[in-house]
């Protein structure tokens, strides 16, 4: 890309639009990844209710022995980036190139949004139930409360739940004479980018671009999916060598896993494909 000299430019840089994280309330970070590249979890499961006899020896029902079952996590998203800025053209543009300035946008605009989407794509790919059917302005609430309603037969905590909604989702489900007549879309800014709640869910409206094709939006407990960051490392070499100017660089480790005994506590809705 040319660069864009600064003799019939303003100073102000035309900023884009981007946003912080939004998928901070659909994950946790309960597991440590310290010093190590993969983790086990461990999951035990229950024992069957017996009627219990007053006779004979295994009044309690025969004993059955409990066994451990394993999921392995292991990292994968290692990603990076890099970039110069010359200090002839840093000095060109009336130091509008600056490099820190530079890198806060090349985070918030690339690093933020890859995150997000990965974890969105991990956390429906991975979910409990997936429901795909047509909806409209007529049906969206109904596809809402259904989706609440499964996590509330699979026992989980559904005022603990975020819902994250497509944009085109959103307006279906505002426009739903159901939703005005019935939902609480009360004005609470507790979670970063929530709009309100719908019957006590935190609702917080992502760009399509953001979930997967045709997902119109997601309930989940962050319970389900842990988001381990393990390095985010960026730098501001001045004067490299080889380099009259600034090299920028940036690493982030991370990656997303959705825990096999809590895959219940996620549902996700898509639109029938067209």
């Known amino acids: ?75 994968t998203k290692d990603r990076s980036f890099t970039f110069t800025i010359d200090r002839g053209n840093f000095n060109d543009t009336q130091m509008a190139n600056a490099a820190g300035a530079a890198l806060q946008r090349q985070i918030r605009e690339v690093v933020v949004p890859e995150i997000d989407t990965y974890r969105f794509k991990v956390i429906c790919d991975n979910a409990g ?8 302005k007529e049906t969206a609430y109904d596809a809402f409360l259904t989706g609440a309603a499964a996590l509330i037969d ?5 005022t603990e739940c975020a819902a994250f909604v497509s944009s085109s989702f959103y307006k279906l489900i505002k426009e739903d004479s159901s939703f005005i007549k019935s939902g609480d879309m009360a004005q609470q800014m507790l979670v970063k980018g929530q709009v309100g709640m719908i019957d006590g869910i935190a ?31 960026y730098k501001i070499h001045d004067n490299p060598p080889g380099i009259n100017g600034w090299l920028v660089e940036g690493r982030v480790y991370y990656d997303a896993f959705v825990l096999g005994e809590k895959a219940d506590a996620i549902y996700v809705h898509k639109n029938a494909a067209v």
């Open 1 to 75: 890309m040319a660069i864009n000299y600064a003799s019939k430019y303003s100073q102000k840089i035309d900023e884009r639009f981007a946003r912080e994280a939004l998928s901070g309330a659909a994950v946790n970070n309960d597991y440590d990844f310290e010093g190590a590249q993969s983790i086990n979890v461990y999951s035990v499961p229950t024992a069957e209710m017996n009627d219990y006899s007053r006779t004979g020896a295994n009044r309690y029902g025969a004993p059955a022995e409990i066994e451990n079952e394993v999921q392995t996590l292991k990292m």
């Open 129 to 136: 139930t997936t429901k795909t059917e047509t909806v409209t």
């Open 203 to 233: 609702v917080i409206v992502v760009p399509s671009s953001y979930l997967p094709e045709n997902v119109n939006f997601i309930i989940t407990h962050k319970a389900a999916t842990t988001a381990p960051v393990k390095l985010s490392e």
């Open 154 to 158: 699979a026992s989980v905590p559904i």
